[in-house]
């Protein structure tokens, strides 16, 4: 898909940065849709199926992390790129928990936004299987397995979904285990990015995926941190 066939929609209710934000994106040859209002941005998503969205956390009414709820929940999995201003540990998380993709935490530098909505977008297009994406089983030992068909993980009788991101986080450590693999490495081949920005992205997903394959996600068997470096996965669990 072409650039300009591409449509972002922005849900942000400051009405300066929402124009400052759109007329940047234009710039860079997207199309645009904004909404001021988290009911009115779902209006959006659901009529115009835009490439991806950009949804501030902090809005009036219904609040962005309850918008993002309810893409996911519609088994919508459009990129979705969280904006918001706040920074704690705990807001990122829980964005991430819903479904969001990124986060930018304002202020932020346009230039970074857009090499963040880009990687994105290039990740989005890529085809079934070129980042790991056939169907198949995972057992990692007696009653814990990743089913990439299902996007779950089952352990101890539960299972915990996984959000498309989060599996091929999981795919790429897998295909390498035993090996390191760098916050580089992950930023460059799965999240795509070309320049790397100073995120803690990386380290908020692999928090998230360790609380659903691991028994103790502080003192992991599976994903063990390299500190400096990155991750590895332990092919047998330690």
Known sequence: MKRNEMLITIIEDEPEMAEGI?????HEGFR???????EKGLELIRSDRPALVLLDLMLPGMGGLEVL??????????PVLILTAKDQESDIVAGLEAGADDYV?????LAELIARIQALLRRSMREPGEAGEEA????????????FREYLVRRGGREFPLSRFEAEILDY?????GRVVSRKDLLQDVWGYSILPQTRTVDNH????????????NNPRWI?????????????GG
């Not at 935490?105 to 530098?109: E, G, I, T």
């Not at 450590?173 to 285990?177: C, M, S, Y």
């Not at 692999?206 to 996600?217: F, T």
């Open 69 to 78: 709820q309810r893409i996911r929940e519609g088994g919508d999995w459009t």
């Open 136 to 147: 198949r089983l995972v057992r990692l030992e007696e009653g814990t397995e990743i089913d």
């Open 22 to 26: 759109r007329l940047n994106l234009e």
């Open 206 to 217: 692999i928090a998230r995926i360790r609380k659903k394959i691991e028994e103790d996600s």
């Open 105 to 109: 935490c304002k202020p932020f530098r």
């Open 224 to 236: 063990v941190t390299v500190h400096g470096i990155g991750y590895r996965f332990n092919p047998a």
């Open 32 to 38: 645009t849709a904004v909404a001021e209002e988290g």
């Open 173 to 177: 450590l897998l295909e390498r285990q």
